[in-house]
């Protein structure tokens, strides 16, 4: 969602992320805001994902391949958008159910008529929602989530840890209330690596 929101929503809409995500604004008001700004058709997304390139964070790739060879399960729950996101995260081996995601809704000449407003994701305490289904689905009794937003924080509990990450741009809202706050994947690549 960051190239739609970086390329065509302009500083309105990089200022509604900003607000969604340190907390100031309800997620859910932010997306719809950001989205009435833009109005994605089917075609503009479908161009961004074929224009995206090297857009997943140096080391990330590498986290979850390792996490994956010690047989945890990896989920990507995002407030971004589902057409964006499963391309990424087949390069990284996420298959598209282990993605919880927001949908964005197009009428048959592919124009934006709306989000599926019954994805946890699209409302605040949404990825809260979403890791306890997860949880429960999976009988998972560890759960950690990484994240660099405040709607990635709310989602401790369930989650056991929080750890937030700074690698792209860091909020200190979320430095605050991390149990472990990291700018690289790296940080985590090692400890993997030494237990």
Avoid at 17 to 37: D, P, Q, V, W
Avoid at 153 to 177: L, M, S, T, W
Wanted: net charge negative; proline share 4%; aromatic share 8%.
């Amino acid at each position: 969602s960051s190239g739609i929101n970086a390329e065509y929503g302009g500083d309105q809409v990089r200022e509604l992320t900003r607000k969604a995500m340190g907390g100031n604004m309800s997620f859910r008001e932010s997306l719809t805001k950001r989205l009435n700004i833009i109005q994605p058709t089917r075609k503009l997304v479908e161009e961004v994902v074929k224009d995206s390139k090297d857009i997943i964070t140096p080391g990330f790739k590498d986290l979850v391949a390792e996490l994956r060879a010690n047989e945890c399960q990896v989920f990507l729950v995002s407030g971004g958008f589902t057409h964006l996101i499963e391309p990424e995260a087949a390069k990284c081996g996420i298959p598209p159910d282990h993605i919880i995601a927001n949908q964005l809704l197009f009428d048959d000449n592919g124009d934006y008529i709306g989000f599926d407003k019954t994805c946890p994701t699209s409302e605040s305490m949404g990825k809260a929602r979403a890791l306890s289904m997860i949880k429960e689905r999976h009988n998972f009794t560890k759960m950690i989530m990484i994240g660099d937003g405040m709607t990635d924080a709310e989602a401790r509990p369930p989650a056991d840890i929080f750890i937030g990450f700074g690698g792209n741009v860091k909020r200190d809202a979320v430095c605050e209330v991390s149990d472990w706050y990291i700018t690289s994947f790296s940080s985590i690549l090692e400890v993997l690596k030494e237990n």
